[in-house]
Structures are given as structure tokens and as C-alpha cells.
Nanobody, 118 residues
């Protein structure tokens, strides 16, 4: 599956952005879809995950209550709605996918930059 992330940009603290991740190619109904991010000078970290088939999403503690992951199966797209953004949310955001049961994410988008600054 090929993933294309978009929607990043520059936003002031307290603002909002919505990231999109469009999937194409060989998609799978049992996919696990996730967002990760890599802050400047730091390791890549988990942000949120959702099952393509449905169910409750899961979030890292640092974004819980502020970010919402969702998917539109008719558009083959996963979204990350980010509200009340903070400077520490500044990072390159990546979407990723794997079949349920796989240990590693085998498909990655190219990354989209989110900068939170006044």
C-alpha cells in the first residue's frame, strides 16, 4: 500500500490542523493505520492508531484529548485532527500502515511538517 500524507503547516499555539493520509495500491481491510511524529533532534514516536475496520482508537498520553484519529473508508483516507496545538507538537508527522498481527509498520508516508510557533 502506498501512503501520501498532507496537511502540515505553520500554526500558532492553540491553533488547529488536520492531517490527511491517502492510501492507494494494495489496501487491506484488516489494516492498522497509525500516525507517528519525529520532533527535531529526537526519535520518532507514536501518536495515534486506528483499525481500518473500526473500533476504538488509541493515543499517546501527550496528545490524548487534543488529537483525534479517524478514517473514511470511502476515500481510503485516514485523518489526524489536531486541536490546541502546542510548540512541543512541532515535528514531522508520518502515517503508517500494517496488516493486523504484523509487528512492524511496513508502509510509510513521506512525512508532513507541522510547526507550532508564535
Amino acid at each position: 500500500v502506498q501512503l501520501q500524507a498532507s496537511g502540515g503547516g505553520l500554526v500558532q499555539p492553540g491553533g488547529s490542523l488536520r492531517l490527511s493520509c491517502a492510501a492507494s495500491g494494495r489496501t487491506f481491510s484488516n489494516a492498522v493505520m497509525a500516525w507517528f511524529r519525529q520532533p527535531p533532534g529526537k526519535e520518532r514516536e507514536f501518536v495515534a492508531v486506528i483499525m481500518w475496520s473500526g473500533g476504538s482508537p488509541s493515543y499517546s498520553d501527550s496528545v490524548k484529548g487534543r488529537f483525534t484519529i479517524s478514517r473514511d473508508r470511502t476515500k481510503n483516507t485516514v485523518y489526524l485532527q489536531m486541536n490546541n496545538l502546542k510548540p512541543e507538537d512541532t515535528a514531522v508527522y508520518y502515517c503508517a500502515a500494517k496488516p493486523r498481527g504484523d509487528a512492524r509498520y511496513g508502509s510509510w508516508g513521506q512525512g508532513t511538517q507541522v510547526t507550532v510557533s508564535s
